[in-house]
T-cell receptor
């Protein structure tokens, strides 16, 4: 079974731009969660989508948004980028959600904001 | 605001020894998760603990949850070099605004 894939793997943007990251879950998994990892703030939960609906959301500003498609693929969008948005963005998939099932993580997208 | 504290943050141990990583949290929750991250790599989910008294074991790692004490432990038995990694716990706030709050991680180095 193919694992979780994330594209692109690396991205460089400038302040004020917007960015879209993509996550393809393991086949059959309906839940996709997104996380941000930075040296300063550590690991933080962004949101979880399940069957095209946002089911849980962390404490991030509205500049961070996401969506999930009918094939369970998910995208995350960050608008008006700030230097502090530079981070490793991880997505994870599971059959029913992080609250009950083991999650499988993708390799991450490293975003650098200049 | 939920606080999750892991200790120690750095742990250097010899192969064959046992040790425990602690994860304390500041609010009521009965769900806690453990993850592993190798240097420069993504996360790997280790354990999902869903109730008070839950105990899960996989190989040389055993995790437990005491919701009354707001404490989870990750016990390492007879450590081997392959266990060198950073281990994170995360607490599910359930009704809280942050939903899932991570500890800062424990960097474990197992020396021959």
């Amino acid at each position: 079974k193919a694992g979780v894939t994330q594209t692109p793997r690396y991205l460089i943007k400038t302040r004020g731009q917007q960015v879209t990251l993509s996550c393809s879950p393991i086949s059959g998994h309906r839940s996709v969660s997104w996380y941000q990892q930075t040296p300063g703030q550590g690991l933080q939960f962004l949101f979880e989508y399940f069957s095209e609906t946002q089911r849980n959301k962390g404490n991030f500003p509205g500049r961070f948004s996401g969506r999930q498609f009918s094939n369970s693929r998910s995208e995350m969008n960050v608008s008006t980028l700030e230097l502090g948005d530079s981070a490793l963005y991880l997505c994870a998939s599971s059959p029913r959600g992080f609250r009950v099932d083991t999650q499988y993580f993708g390799p991450g997208t490293r975003l650098t904001v200049l | 605001e939920l606080k999750v504290e892991q200790n120690p943050l750095f742990l250097s141990m010899q192969e064959g020894k046992n040790y425990t990583i602690y994860c304390n949290y500041s609010t009521t929750s009965d769900r806690l998760y453990w993850y592993r991250q190798d240097p420069g790599k993504s996360l790997e989910s280790l354990f999902v603990l869903l109730s008070n008294g839950a105990v899960k074991q996989e190989g040389r790692l055993m995790a437990s949850l005491d919701t009354k004490a707001r404490l989870s432990t990750l016990h390492i038995t007879a450590a081997v070099h392959d266990l060198s990694a950073t281990y994170f716990c995360a607490v599910d706030t359930q009704g809280g605004s942050e939903k899932l709050v991570f500890g800062k991680g424990t960097k474990l180095t197992v020396n021959p």
